[in-house]
């Protein structure tokens, strides 16, 4: 099984993206889908997921309210759209499934050890 994402590019700040993570051969009512970024120079930092149990999206406080995280149960395809784009969001983005204890549960604070899989990055530049 593999998770494909894509969607990155270069955007001026304050533009939009948005990325997309096909998993086909995932059962979505099993693992939560969520997004990570690595910024150069940078450890990997959990962004967002959604939950598989109940839907719930969770953010990183830093890009609360401009970006949103959503699922085509039909394509098996996460979406993250993202918004007010700022230089500080400029990372290699990967999209990665967990089981939904890391994504709604108090298992999110260590999400990255949670990983059962992990997409291909994609990057996303911000810059003017």
């Known amino acids: 099984v593999q998770l494909q994402a894509s969607g990155g590019g270069l955007v001026q700040p304050g533009g939009s993206l948005r990325l997309s993570c096909a998993a086909p051969?995932?059962?979505?009512?099993?693992?939560?889908i969520g997004w990570f970024r690595q910024a150069s120079g940078n450890e990997r930092e959990w962004v967002s997921c959604?939950?598989?149990?109940?839907?719930?999206?969770h953010y990183v406080d830093s890009v609360k309210g401009r970006f949103t995280i959503s699922r085509d149960n039909a394509e098996k395809t996460i979406y993250l759209q993202m918004n007010s784009l700022k230089p500080e969001d400029m990372a290699v983005y990967y999209c990665?499934?967990?089981?939904?204890?890391?994504?709604?549960?108090?298992?999110?604070?260590?999400?990255?050890?949670?990983?059962?899989?992990w997409g291909k990055g994609t990057l996303v530049t911000v810059s003017s």
């Open positions: 959604l939950s598989s149990t109940d839907g719930s999206t």
């Open positions: 051969g995932f059962n979505l009512d099993f693992y939560a």
């Open positions: 990665a499934a967990t089981p939904d204890y890391y994504c709604n549960g108090p298992g999110r604070t260590t999400a990255y050890y949670g990983v059962d899989y």
